[in-house]
């Protein structure tokens, strides 16, 4: 509405003085606003000029590209102008995928211009204004769908001179143009090779871009399989798309070319494919690159293949145990361990009953992220602890398994039987349980090794990504297994004993640790308000494991059980069942006072920005969760040494905040091969591609990064 009343007000003032004006008032169609723009005040007879029907989409609507994608209807214009005057068809600017579901469509969301030509006509009457009339029609969608309508016009003074490019609009109308897909000096082929569409591109403008960030957007429908992944693989010269065909290839007669836009990075070209061949130095064509991606350090994983993800994968599971977020859990394995040191049969089944608890965990995680990314979730590792409700029911959990172990109530028998209702069966399924919890809590951290294989798996077939997942699973599990299958290392364990229960009390502190930490972590998600909620929670929690213990002491406590039983049912619907909506914290993705170096938030605009001003970036994705992230913080990059090279270098420090999900960062870690963070890049002053940084920083690592971008 107040968008409506100054478009009038800005009408109204042109009119009373006197001056044809090109204003119109945008009109309000219900959920967006729509105007005709033009890049110019006036227009002379003959002169061709650039116009664009401008849409100010509401805050989770949006609307549709040339190819709508699997649902949708792409927006459309009707002129009704004077005779002699000709206007163009929309150059459509380039789309987004929006995921709905299981379908996926291309389109616009906030604010975009379709710019158009429009030519006057030799003989337009000079001193005179021209008023070009247009009915143009929306498919805006959120949840649903409602069609939309706007009667717009365009008032334009016809002058003798050309016009040049002024006004309000000739900017963003030239930043729209500049913004179009356009040809490029690419070769294109596509074949059909055992029900896979392969589409290989090649071309000096693409031959040293990141390609990790590639899709292709048909121009027309049934092309492709909208809702499919698009694997890549990137050769020297190019990349090769593996896509699935749509209903058209099955056609008798398939088409014989395959033309749309070709997203690469942030570059967007046209491109038209034909039938054959595709062409040398597309991926896996021509010679190999001239050097593989570092495992530790770089993030390129996209060129991995199976066996060596899988090999990567497993190294990276057997690191993770060294992480600094398994050390609570590590313990509490060893002291299971010893517990059957002398029952080498019971050991065995214990270590096969933990290697299921963390394989199936690791599948359930990959399963979930797989099918979060299906729908267009921009998702990675530790995805689970972006949402603050995962995070307060795990500080919930964690807090219960360290009363368990301090023994304000008892589950089980056994050290192993920790959180398990299943303790009579000999404590194996507390030895499964185990592996559960050991996974849960390694989810924030990486290790080297695992980004390569995740930032791989997770751009390729379900069935290839879980196989990942699963050797993940089989090198964390590793050291316990082989230690219970280890005779000789369990003779020398002491028998259990009296001690045992003292080690057990000694390992809730670890327990206590994660649980505060979990605490600091949702506070910088939700705010005050979510940690005071979820230390009432705790609270609460904390009398129901006392009336719990209190009752296993006592021969008649059935009301006790109901009532702890009741006391934490209400402490972990009060954790976690409230929504933690809103805006983050205001202190999140600043810099605080207490911080020892100082830094900008990321955002691509600042980046690309310092870049073109020849500016050193080094560049942190990090996240409040990510235990490896909070590790280096402090031993790497809160250093005096560090800030000393930031500020000899002159680079700018940018800090991207992972802690909520942020679509921005996922793509940004995509692009790297990366599935989680964290990541450091060091950008130098000459515009290269950036440096990729070790996951485990030294202040050194940092400093000598710095120096070299400086030059």
Known sequence: MMRSLAGLLVAALAGMAGVPSAVA?????????????????????????????????????????????????????????????????????PPHRQPTGPLMNYGYSGEVLLPMTLKAPADAAVGQAVTLKAAATFLVCEEI?????????????????????????????GEALAALPRPADLTAAYRLADGVL?????????????????????????????????????????????????FVFQAPEPPQSLAGVLKVGEAYYEI?????????????????????????????????????AIAFA????????????????????????????????????QGIAFLGGVLVTFLALAGALIAAQAAGAAVGWGFQLQSPAVVAGLALLMLAVAMNLSGVFEIGA???????????????????????LAVVVAAPCTAPF??????????????????????????????????AFAPGLLARLPRPGPWMDVLKKALAFPMYGAAAWLLWVLSLQAGPMGLARLLAAAVVLAAAAWIFGL??????????????????????????????????????????????????????????????????????????????????????????????????????YLKGDWTRKDEVIAAELARHGRAGVPLYLVYDAKGSEPQVLPQLLTEGVVIRALEAAAG
Request: aromatic residues 8%.
């Open 145 to 173: 769908c409602i069609p939309e309508n706007a009667d717009l016009t365009l008032t334009l003074p016809v002058q003798a001179q050309a016009a040049e490019p002024a006004g309000r609009w000739a900017g963003p109308i």
């Open 198 to 246: 392969q589409l290989a591109v090649t071309g000096p403008a693409i031959a040293e871009a990141d390609k990790a960030d590639s899709y292709f957007f048909p121009f027309e429908g049934g092309m492709i399989d909208h809702a499919a992944p698009q694997p890549i693989e990137r050769g020297p010269q190019g990349l090769t798309l593996s896509i699935t065909p749509g």
């Open 25 to 93: 008032a945008p009109v309000d169609t219900g959920h967006l606003m729509a105007e005709l723009v033009a890049e110019t005040r006036a227009i002379a007879p003959g002169q061709t000029i650039h116009i664009a029907l401008r849409q100010d989409i509401d805050e989770g609507w949006h609307t549709y590209w040339r190819n709508a994608g699997d649902s949708g209807e792409p927006t459309s214009i009707e002129w009704s102008a004077p005779p002699g005057w000709q206007v163009g068809d929309f150059a459509w600017a």
């Open 414 to 436: 056994s050290l192993q039987g920790v959180g398990s209702g299943f303790a009579s069966r000999g404590g194996y399924a507390g030895a499964f349980f185990t592996g559960v």
């Open 551 to 652: 009752a296993q002491r006592r021969e008649r406590s059935g009301g006790l059980r109901v009532l702890g039983a009741a006391l934490a049912a209400a402490a972990l619907v009060g954790a976690v069942l409230p929504a933690y909506g809103g805006p983050a914290p205001a202190s999140q993705g600043q810099a605080s006072a207490e911080a020892e170096l100082p830094y900008e938030p990321y955002s691509p605009e600042r980046l690309a920005e310092l870049r073109a001003a020849g500016t050193p970036v080094f560049v942190n994705f990090t996240a409040a969760w990510c235990v490896t992230c909070q590790v280096n913080e402090q031993v790497a990059l809160a250093r005096q040494g560090v800030a000393q090279a930031l500020a000899d270098s002159g680079a700018v």
């Open 314 to 349: 497993i190294l990276g599971g057997l690191i993770l145990n060294l992480m600094p977020c398994v050390f609570p859990i590590l313990a509490m394995k060893a002291a299971s361990l010893a517990g059957h040191a002398h029952e080498q049969a019971a050991a065995r089944r």
């Open 450 to 483: 695992m980004a390569p294989a995740l930032g791989w798996a997770l751009t390729q077939t379900p069935a290839a990504a879980l196989a990942v997942f699963a050797a993940l699973g089989l090198g964390f599990a590793a050291p316990f297994v082989a230690a």
């Open 272 to 308: 038209t494919a034909t039938p054959g061949e595709p062409p040398a130095g597309a991926a896996g064509l021509g010679p190999p690159p001239a050097a593989a991606p570092d495992p530790g350090a770089a993030g390129g994983g996209a060129g991995l293949g199976l066996p060596l």
